[in-house]
T-cell receptor, first 115, second 116 residues
Framework: GAVVSQHPSRVICKSGTSVKIECRSL??????MFWYRQFPKQSLMLMAT?????????EQGVEKDKFLINHASLTLSTLTVTSAHPEDSSFYIC???????????FGQGTRLTVV | AQTVTQSQPEMSVQEAETVTLSCTYD???????LFWYKQPPSRQMILVIR??????QNATENRFSVNFQKAAKSFSLKISDSQLGDTAMYFC?????????????FGTGTRLQVTL
C-alpha cells in the first residue's frame, strides 16, 4: 500500500505556543487528506477534510482558528495547533487518499502533550 | 449521516482459537465501503480487510474474513487461528462512495486480547 509519513511522532510544547504537524504522502498524490483526533482508549474523531489548493472543511465543533490546516501541495498537509492548551493534548492522526482510490492511508500519528 | 456501532468494548480469545467481532451500521447510502482496521499499541492504523457493498461475496484475507449482511447492516470480522500479534484495538469503519475520496466514520472500537 501507499506510504503516509507524519511528523513529528511526539511533541511537547508549552501552553500558549503553537505546534505544527506535517502529513506527507510519499509515493502518491493525495488529493484529499483527513485529520483525526483520538483520545485515550477512544475512537478516531474526524476534525477536518483538506483538499489540495482549497480551504479545509471542518467538522462541527472543531475550531478552525485554533486548528489551522493547510494543504498547499498534493503531497503535504499541515495541522497547526495555535495557542495550545493542556486540553489540546491528544493523539492526532492524518490519512491521505487519491481521488481515484477509495482507500485511506494513515500516518503514524502524533502524540501532542501541552504542559 | 452514517453511524457505526461496535457493541463489544473488549474481547478475549486464546491463541489458535477463533473470535468474531461485531459491527453494525446505519446509512441511507446505496454504495459504500466497509473496513476493519487494526490499531496495535504502536497506534499505527492498519487496514485488515475491506468490503464493497455491491459485492455479495464476503471478503477474506488469510485468517481474516467478514460476514457482510447488507439487509441487516451488519459487518462482523472473524479471526481464525488467533495469534498473539493480533492483540490490538479493532475499529469498524464506513465510507460512502461518491466518486471522490470520502471520509471514514469509525465505530468505538473493540479491544482484543489474545492469550496463551
Amino acid at each position: 500500500g501507499a506510504v503516509v509519513s507524519q511528523h513529528p511522532s511526539r511533541v511537547i510544547c508549552k501552553s500558549g505556543t503553537s505546534v505544527k504537524i506535517e502529513c506527507r504522502s510519499l509515493d502518491f498524490q493525495a488529493t484529499t487528506m483527513f485529520w483525526y483526533r483520538q483520545f485515550p482508549k477512544q475512537s478516531l474523531m474526524l476534525m477536518a477534510t483538506s483538499n489540495e489548493g482549497s480551504k479545509a472543511t471542518y467538522e462541527q465543533g472543531v475550531e478552525k482558528d485554533k486548528f489551522l490546516i493547510n494543504h498547499a501541495s498534493l503531497t503535504l498537509s499541515t495541522l497547526t495547533v495555535t495557542s495550545a492548551h493542556p486540553e489540546d493534548s491528544s493523539f492526532y492522526i492524518c490519512s491521505a487518499s487519491h481521488v481515484s482510490d477509495d482507500e485511506a492511508f494513515f500516518g503514524q500519528g502524533t502524540r501532542l502533550t501541552v504542559v | 449521516a452514517q453511524t457505526v456501532t461496535q457493541s463489544q468494548p473488549e474481547m478475549s480469545v486464546q491463541e489458535a482459537e477463533t473470535v468474531t467481532l461485531s459491527c453494525t451500521y446505519d446509512t441511507s447510502e446505496s454504495n459504500y465501503y466497509l473496513f476493519w482496521y487494526k490499531q496495535p499499541p504502536s497506534r499505527q492504523m492498519i487496514l485488515v480487510i475491506r468490503q464493497e457493498a455491491y459485492k455479495q461475496q464476503n471478503a477474506t484475507e488469510n485468517r481474516f474474513s467478514v460476514n457482510f449482511q447488507k439487509a441487516a447492516k451488519s459487518f462482523s470480522l472473524k479471526i481464525s487461528d488467533s495469534q498473539l500479534g493480533d492483540t490490538a484495538m479493532y475499529f469498524c469503519a464506513f465510507m460512502a462512495t461518491t466518486g471522490t475520496a470520502s471520509k471514514l466514520t469509525f465505530g468505538t472500537g473493540t479491544r482484543l486480547q489474545v492469550t496463551l
